[in-house]
């Protein structure tokens, strides 16, 4: 490739490192001359005139697209539902009278998800595509395209891009917002320069991201994920990274559902890692890792600065509740680095997989 690793030894780490300037990088870019967040009026119209979004995705962009639903309907109150792009086709929802498509796509080519769009704009319905690569396949056939800016990302395992993707998305809501004369009471220009700043101060923390990965992950077979609120979704998210690069077998779940079934599958042992970012459900988490830990579990609990316990694995810094997702991943990354460095597994290029798919 003719994208430089410079003095890293897998491209993953370079993309992980570079979070933190992709992130200014987006901030710039979606800036006006006096500073103000903006977005092209035809893709905010689109927004504004729709009754409700479709958010269209594969794998890690899928994550994105599901944490995505929470700063559109949180933010700018339009209903948002997320599908997977191979199951759309069959499990075509009710369409309601004036839907509108986002496709999020790293690369733009993945095939499952141009299939849906295709039927789409067959239907005559609007499409926008978020993607990292201009004049992709499904950047061309969208009517819009918002850009990721993230430059790019040649490891197979999505991590810049992710993020990336968490903030445009929080933009989009954003200026969507604004448009419709709602008061946010949240200056995103400031929280997303915060953000920027959490994402170096985890990137200086590799060590302590090694060090549970040995302790944690060396041995182990299995590993769940649990959250609850956002953190469930970016539990998601970590448990695909570590199953993609580190082949252990990895799930994410949400917190309360635990007690319906995946519980059973605790053993002594059992990594289970929870994260505790949002406040509303900090106990509920809590008592969560309360019940694993008493069956046997061994559990590596990241947790915000504000709302840490004692014993806390490790502890991130403050961000805006709604932006959690956009620094709480980055240990997780790290995380699963390390474990699949340890377990002598080819990082940038793990077995089976593919960076961009483009057969369905
Ligand atoms: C492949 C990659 C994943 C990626 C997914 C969606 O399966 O291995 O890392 O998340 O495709 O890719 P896209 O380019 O559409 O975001």
Redesign the pocket.
């Known amino acids: 490739s003719d994208i430089e690793k410079g003095t890293y030894p897998h491209y993953m780490l370079k993309e992980i490192d570079e979070q933190p300037l992709v992130m200014r990088k987006i901030i710039q870019n979606y800036q006006d001359d006096q500073g103000n967040l903006t977005i092209d009026q035809e893709i905010i119209d689109a927004m504004n005139d729709a009754d409700r979004i479709y958010i269209i995705?594969?794998?890690?962009?899928?994550?994105a697209g599901l944490v995505g639903k929470q700063f559109i309907e949180k933010m700018a109150k339009i209903p948002v539902e997320v599908h997977i792009?191979s199951e759309f086709g069959y499990n075509m929802p009710l369409l309601p009278e004036k839907p509108l498509f986002i496709f999020?796509?790293?690369?733009?080519?993945?095939a499952?998800?141009r299939a849906v769009l295709v039927k789409v704009k067959e239907m005559g319905y609007k499409a926008i595509t978020i993607?990292?690569v201009p004049g992709s396949t499904?950047s061309r056939e969208a009517d819009y395209t918002l850009l990721l800016h993230a430059g790019p990302e040649i490891a197979?395992?999505?991590t810049k891009?992710?993020t990336a993707q968490l903030a445009v998305l929080v933009i989009l809501a954003e200026v969507t917002a604004k448009r419709r004369g709602m008061k946010l009471g949240l200056d995103l220009v400031h929280e997303l320069g915060i953000i920027a700043n959490a994402m170096e101060v985890l990137c200086n923390e590799k060590e302590e991201f090694e060090s549970i990965a040995r302790e944690f992950l060396t041995v182990t077979r299995n590993a769940f994920f649990i959250g609850r609120g956002l953190d469930f979704y970016v539990g998601l998210e970590g448990a695909?990274k570590l199953k993609?690069i580190s082949y252990i077998q990895a799930e994410g779940f949400a917190g309360g559902e635990l007690k319906h079934g995946t519980i059973a599958l605790i053993e002594e042992g059992t990594p289970v890692i929870a994260l505790a970012t949002q406040e509303s459900v900090n106990l509920g988490i809590r008592g969560n890792v309360q019940e694993v830990a008493a069956r046997g579990a061994y559990a590596c609990i990241i947790s915000m600065k504000g709302l840490e316990a004692e014993g806390d694995t490790f502890v991130i810094p403050e961000v805006h509740d709604l932006l959690t997702p956009l620094i709480s991943v980055i240990p997780l990354q790290l995380i699963s680095y390390y474990a699949a460095l340890h377990r002598d597994c080819d990082v940038d290029k793990p077995r089976n997989?593919?960076?961009?798919?483009t057969v369905e």
Not at 57 to 63: F, L, P, R, V
Not at 104 to 110: A, K, M, V, Y
Not at 353 to 357: D, F, G
């Open positions: 995705a594969a794998g890690t962009s899928y994550h792009s999020i796509s790293q690369s733009g080519e993945t499952d998800s993607t990292n499904l197979v395992a999505s891009a992710y695909l993609e997989l593919a960076k961009s798919v």
